[in-house]
């Protein structure tokens, strides 16, 4: 069966950085366009950053020029590296993909929980 299982999450000081990684199974991940949305506690789900079978990508305004997304094909693993971190990038973060529809929501992860604090 499908399963995205993502990992990296934990707690890190604002100014820090962390990498999410999605490592996906059960499905033909190379052509795939993934992504990566967050909710934040009490509000909604928002599409953070989505990447192409063809390696384009497309950042939230929010964390453009801070979030970098990236895929390993031969991995089957979607990576989100996290810089300059903040706390309103507090929320649980999960992985998501597509064959067929963008953004994708075809298949999601569990959710990793990441909190910037002091």
């Known amino acids: 069966q499908v399963q995205l299982v993502e990992s990296g999450g934990g707690l890190v000081q604002p100014g820090g950085s962390l990498r999410l990684s999605c490592a996906a199974s059960g499905i033909a991940f190379r052509f795939f366009t993934m992504g990566w949305y967050r909710q934040a506690q009490g509000k909604q789900r928002e599409l953070v950053a989505t990447?192409?079978?063809?390696?384009?990508?497309n950042y939230a305004a929010s964390v453009k020029g801070r979030f970098t997304i990236s895929r390993d094909n031969a991995k089957n693993t979607v990576y989100l590296q996290m810089n300059s971190l903040k706390s309103e990038d507090t929320a649980v973060y999960y992985c998501?993909?597509?064959?067929?529809?963008?953004?994708?929501?075809?298949?999601w992860g569990q959710g990793t929980q990441v909190i910037v604090s002091s």
């Open positions: 998501a993909g597509d064959l067929t529809s963008y953004p994708p929501r075809d298949y």
């Open positions: 990447i192409t079978p063809g390696l384009s990508t």
